[in-house]
């Protein structure tokens, strides 16, 4: 019922804006206009002006539009009918019925129905704003980084929006013919340089980086500025994310560490991979893991004849499968519940699949946690790998990639060292196989499971404190979809033997990390949440390596992915070391890491603490 009452007003208030602005234009022309000749003329003018006027309304469908979002558009259709209803009735009068009539009439009936018919709906608007604005007068007031294409509309979203508690105050923007400016309404108050200023002045309780267009770089330099202020970090999608349906403009995400790492997306040789993974049987162990799931998930849009998803725990398999059966419902998938550590399963899979192409991600990763269970380490991380590796050489694998770690560099815990000894062996494997053996090294990756974020993040939502290990820890990190990228990739540059190295990017100091989480949580380090030092756990190292010094290191044809040089390994006195080592298994640990000090002369289980 309001709606109806609502169109019929407008049309009422359209009618007469024709007509009354018409009278005016009669009486700014004329000093008596309501006399003859002049009366005529004018009940003539107004009765074709009136139903021209009325066409209209109800053609440029006016009181069909909400003005409480009035916008260019609006204001746009308004003069569209105002010309018409102005220059038609003009024209007919003079033309049809011979009248004289005076220019200025007609000048003076368009800009009357202008204002008349534009005002009201703008004052209106106006009033929606500012009422919108005052009930929200208690929440956060928000500063906007950019004032490009997302940022104005973010801020146009968050005025419209009533359920918002977001209160738009201002931009950021660093192209100077912007700043001093206003959009919407809002100051352009200047560019990066004055965010801290800003933030003060303006009493900022959020502030929202909309700049999706640029270089991530960009985006970690600006974040740099704004970690030390008070305010909360948010960071609006990229547009083609709104166009395209996948989320709102207002739906703004907390800043994550991954966008504190400033780096760009990386450039993968589609051509090359494809190469080596379509049409071939693709096997993943360890697939249920974070590297694991993340291959199965990038690896499976290129077309893989059949991807074997191993693994040893039936739920993480489980959830990985039901989420590629329903991304890819076309990809054949096989999901095998098996541990390494068993050759004759393993046999029994390489025989009914003969997979082409092996990820070998399936590991025990965790250092303090291997220390202590040394020879499941050894059984997991050697035996494992040397079992699926040996399995890839009989059944005539193409190809076989082992994720590595930067831990396996001059080693001082159990897990670096076994991994060591997977790569030395997978590369003396290599010199008398037709499959070509590989081993991809990088360093922590965000998010895995037993990461340093997640219990961060976990410690923060408990109230604190943060527990670090030591100030001067450093870590190289990457985050999982970028580590997997660069391991397919590396793959396609197999000729084998090689060790490729992942450009981390820069170290990352862990203390560092952990007061960047808090801050980006809202919370002030030390004061809101607690950080402390708990020690260097056993095996661990102050900072990490990627080359042993006997590796040299070459580039590749991606800018990301290095090759360590391979090494001179004798593969009968490996053999002969490898089975005194499984004769060690389930001794005393003191026993095992003699045994590996020998296989690995790097091997030293005291931290490189200054």
Same mark, same amino acid.
């Given at each position: 019922?309001?709606?109806?009452?609502?169109?019929?007003?407008?049309?009422?208030?359209?009618?007469?804006?024709?007509?009354?602005?018409?009278?005016?234009?009669?009486?700014?022309?004329?000093?008596?206009?309501?006399?003859?000749? !002049?009366?005529?003329?004018? +009940?003539?003018?107004?009765?074709?002006?009136?139903?021209?006027?009325?066409?209209?309304?109800? $053609?440029?469908?006016?009181?069909?539009?909400?003005?409480?979002?009035?916008?260019?558009?609006?204001?746009?259709?308004?003069?569209?009918?105002?010309?018409?209803?102005?220059?038609?009735?003009?024209?007919?009068?003079?033309?049809?019925?011979?009248?004289?009539?005076?220019?200025?009439?007609?000048?003076?009936?368009?800009?009357?129905?202008?204002?008349?018919?534009?005002?009201?709906?703008?004052?209106?608007?106006?009033?929606? %704003?500012?009422?919108?604005?005052?009930?929200?007068?208690?929440?956060?007031?928000?500063? /906007?980084?950019?004032?490009?294409?997302?940022?104005?509309?973010?801020?146009?979203?968050?005025? !419209?929006?009533?359920?918002?508690?977001?209160?738009? /105050?201002?931009?950021?923007?660093? %192209?100077?013919?912007? !700043?001093?400016?206003?959009?919407?309404?809002?100051?352009?108050?200047?560019? $990066?340089?004055?965010?801290?200023?800003?933030?003060?002045?303006?009493?900022?309780?959020?502030?929202?980086?909309?700049?999706?267009?640029?270089?991530?770089?960009?985006?970690?330099?600006?974040?740099?500025?704004?970690?030390?202020?008070?305010?909360? +970090?948010?960071?609006?999608?990229?547009?083609?994310?709104?166009?395209?349906?996948?989320?709102?403009?207002?739906?703004?995400?907390?800043?994550?560490?991954?966008? +504190?790492?400033?780096?760009? #997306?990386?450039?993968?040789?589609?051509?090359?991979? &494809?190469?080596?993974?379509?049409?071939?049987?693709?096997?993943?162990?360890?697939? =249920? =893991?974070?590297?694991?799931?993340? +291959?199965?998930?990038?690896?499976?849009?290129?077309?893989?004849?059949?991807?074997?998803?191993?693994?040893?725990?039936?739920?993480?398999?489980?959830?990985?499968?039901?989420?590629?059966?329903?991304?890819?419902?076309?990809?054949?998938?096989?999901?095998?519940?098996?541990?390494?550590?068993?050759?004759? $399963?393993?046999?029994?899979?390489?025989?009914?699949?003969?997979?082409?192409?092996?990820?070998?991600?399936?590991?025990?990763?965790?250092?303090?946690?291997?220390?202590?269970?040394?020879?499941?380490?050894?059984?997991?991380?050697?035996?494992?790998?040397?079992?699926?590796?040996?399995?890839?050489?009989?059944?005539?694998?193409? $190809?076989?990639?082992? /994720?590595?770690?930067?831990?396996?560099?001059? #080693?001082?815990?159990?897990?670096?060292? @076994?991994?060591?000894?997977?790569?030395?062996?997978?590369?003396?494997?290599?010199?008398?196989?037709? @499959?070509?053996?590989?081993?991809?090294?990088?360093?922590?990756?965000?998010?895995?499971?037993?990461?340093?974020?997640?219990?961060?993040?976990?410690?923060?939502?408990? =109230?604190?404190?943060?527990?670090?290990?030591?100030?001067?820890?450093?870590?190289?990190?990457?985050?999982?979809?970028?580590?997997?990228?660069?391991?397919?990739?590396?793959?396609?540059?197999?000729?084998?033997?090689?060790?490729?190295?992942?450009?981390?990017?820069?170290?990352?100091?862990?203390?560092?990390?952990?007061?960047?989480?808090?801050?980006?949580?809202?919370?002030?380090?030390?004061?809101?949440?607690?950080?402390?030092?708990?020690?260097?756990?056993?095996?661990?190292?102050?900072?990490?390596?990627?080359? @042993?010094?006997?590796?040299?290191?070459?580039? @590749?044809?991606?800018?990301?992915?290095?090759?360590?040089? #391979?090494?001179?390994?004798?593969?009968?006195?490996?053999?002969?070391?490898?089975?005194?080592?499984?004769?060690?298994?389930?001794?005393?640990?003191?026993?095992?890491? &003699?045994?590996?000090?020998?296989?690995?002369?790097?091997?030293?289980?005291?931290?490189?603490?200054?």
């Amino acid at each position: 019922m309001f709606a109806a009452y609502r169109t019929y007003l407008l049309i009422a208030l359209d009618f007469s804006a024709v007509v009354f602005s018409l009278a005016v234009a009669f009486s700014l022309q004329y000093a008596n206009p309501w006399n003859e000749p !002049q009366q005529g003329l004018w +009940l003539m003018y107004t009765v074709v002006a009136g139903l021209v006027g009325l066409f209209c309304t109800l $053609r440029m469908k006016l009181h069909r539009r909400i003005y409480q979002y009035a916008g260019v558009s609006e204001v746009i259709a308004i003069i569209n009918a105002s010309l018409v209803s102005s220059i038609v009735p003009y024209a007919a009068v003079v033309l049809v019925y011979g009248f004289t009539v005076p220019a200025m009439i007609l000048f003076h009936h368009l800009i009357g129905m202008v204002a008349l018919m534009a005002g009201p709906r703008l004052l209106w608007r106006a009033f929606c %704003d500012k009422y919108s604005t005052r009930r929200r007068s208690g929440g956060y007031r928000t500063l /906007i980084i950019g004032a490009g294409s997302c940022g104005t509309l973010v801020a146009k979203e968050l005025q !419209q929006n009533d359920k918002s508690r977001h209160i738009p /105050i201002g931009f950021i923007d660093d %192209d100077p013919y912007k !700043q001093r400016l206003t959009i919407y309404g809002l100051p352009v108050f200047g560019s $990066r340089n004055d965010i801290a200023k800003i933030t003060e002045e303006e009493r900022i309780d959020e502030i929202i980086i909309a700049m999706p267009s640029v270089s991530k770089l960009q985006i970690s330099a600006i974040l740099n500025i704004c970690k030390p202020l008070k305010a909360k +970090l948010k960071i609006a999608p990229d547009l083609q994310e709104v166009i395209q349906g996948r989320t709102s403009a207002v739906r703004v995400r907390d800043v994550s560490v991954e966008d +504190l790492l400033g780096r760009d #997306p990386i450039r993968t040789d589609l051509d090359n991979i &494809a190469n080596y993974v379509e049409g071939k049987t693709v096997l993943v162990t360890g697939a =249920g =893991g974070s590297i694991g799931s993340e +291959l199965c998930r990038q690896i499976a849009p290129f077309r893989p004849e059949r991807l074997l998803l191993l693994g040893h725990g039936e739920n993480s398999i489980y959830l990985i499968e039901m989420e590629l059966r329903s991304t890819f419902p076309e990809l054949p998938i096989e999901t095998v519940i098996a541990d390494v550590q068993d050759r004759k $399963r393993l046999e029994d899979v390489f025989g009914k699949f003969r997979p082409a192409v092996i990820f070998h991600a399936a590991a025990h990763k965790h250092v303090p946690l291997m220390e202590r269970n040394p020879s499941e380490a050894i059984k997991n991380n050697v035996f494992g790998t040397k079992n699926v590796a040996e399995c890839a050489d009989q059944y005539g694998a193409e $190809r076989f990639v082992l /994720i590595s770690t930067d831990k396996a560099v001059n #080693p001082t815990s159990i897990m670096g060292t @076994t991994k060591r000894i997977a790569e030395m062996f997978i590369q003396s494997l290599d010199k008398h196989s037709e @499959t070509k053996f590989v081993a991809v090294r990088f360093g922590n990756v965000l998010g895995s499971r037993g990461s340093v974020i997640p219990r961060f993040k976990d410690q923060i939502a408990k =109230g604190g404190p943060v527990t670090v290990t030591h100030p001067e820890m450093v870590r190289y990190f990457m985050t999982i979809p970028e580590a997997v990228q660069l391991v397919i990739q590396a793959g396609a540059f197999a000729k084998g033997g090689e060790v490729f190295i992942l450009d981390m990017g820069k170290p990352v100091k862990i203390y560092d990390l952990a007061v960047d989480l808090i801050r980006l949580s809202g919370y002030e380090p030390n004061i809101d949440i607690e950080v402390k030092f708990s020690g260097i756990r056993e095996g661990e190292k102050l900072y990490e390596e990627l080359l @042993t010094n006997e590796e040299g290191m070459s580039s @590749t044809k991606h800018n990301r992915i290095f090759i360590g040089r #391979p090494m001179q390994i004798n593969r009968t006195e490996l053999e002969f070391e490898i089975r005194k080592l499984e004769q060690v298994i389930g001794q005393h640990p003191n026993e095992i890491r &003699a045994v590996l000090k020998h296989l690995v002369p790097t091997y030293s289980n005291v931290s490189n603490v200054s």
